[in-house]
């Protein structure tokens, strides 16, 4: 997961310098710049520093940030998020959409997967 910070898109929004910035917070420009040019939230952000930032910019915090997931975390949870869904409808992991439909009451459409393939390939054709 990586939290992503936006001075520069705030700044860009306002139409503001790095020196009108500097001006405003009273930060040093090193300071200013390299909070500006940095895509990622900083390891230590402190609590005045961001005071500063939030009045001069008249914003909240959280414009000023923008949580994004990693791929690798968003398929974790939908992974997880899907198993914990099947196990609250009784679901098997393992289970094809025939062996569903054989479950469900009523009568099966389709006696194989072929059949049910062959009908899904003659409905798009028409």
Same mark, same amino acid.
């Given at each position: @997961?990586?939290?992503?910070? =936006?001075?520069?898109?705030? @700044?860009? *929004?306002?139409?503001?310098?790095?020196?009108?910035?500097? *001006?405003?917070?009273?930060?040093?420009?090193?300071?200013?710049?390299?909070?500006?040019?940095?895509?990622? @939230?900083?390891? =230590?952000?402190?609590?005045?520093?961001?005071?500063?930032?939030?009045?001069?910019?008249?914003?909240?915090? #959280?414009?000023? @940030?923008?949580?994004?997931?990693?791929?690798?975390?968003? /398929?974790?949870?939908? &992974?997880?998020? %899907?198993? &914990? +869904?099947?196990?609250?409808?009784?679901? &098997?992991?393992?289970? &094809?959409?025939?062996?569903?439909?054989?479950?469900?009451? #009523? +009568? =099966?459409?389709?006696?194989?997967? *072929? *059949?049910?393939? +062959?009908?899904? %390939?003659? /409905?798009? #054709?028409?």
């Amino acid at each position: @997961m990586s939290v992503k910070w =936006r001075l520069n898109v705030l @700044m860009a *929004e306002r139409y503001l310098k790095n020196k009108d910035l500097t *001006e405003a917070t009273g930060m040093h420009p090193v300071t200013i710049s390299k909070l500006k040019n940095s895509q990622e @939230m900083p390891e =230590r952000l402190e609590r005045a520093t961001l005071e500063k930032l939030c009045a001069a910019l008249n914003c909240q915090p #959280g414009d000023l @940030m923008l949580w994004e997931p990693d791929l690798e975390t968003v /398929e974790t949870s939908d &992974s997880t998020h %899907q198993q &914990s +869904q099947n196990k609250h409808q009784g679901v &098997s992991p393992n289970h &094809s959409a025939i062996d569903l439909l054989d479950e469900l009451p #009523g +009568q =099966r459409l389709f006696k194989t997967p *072929e *059949e049910a393939d +062959q009908y899904l %390939q003659d /409905e798009r #054709g028409s």
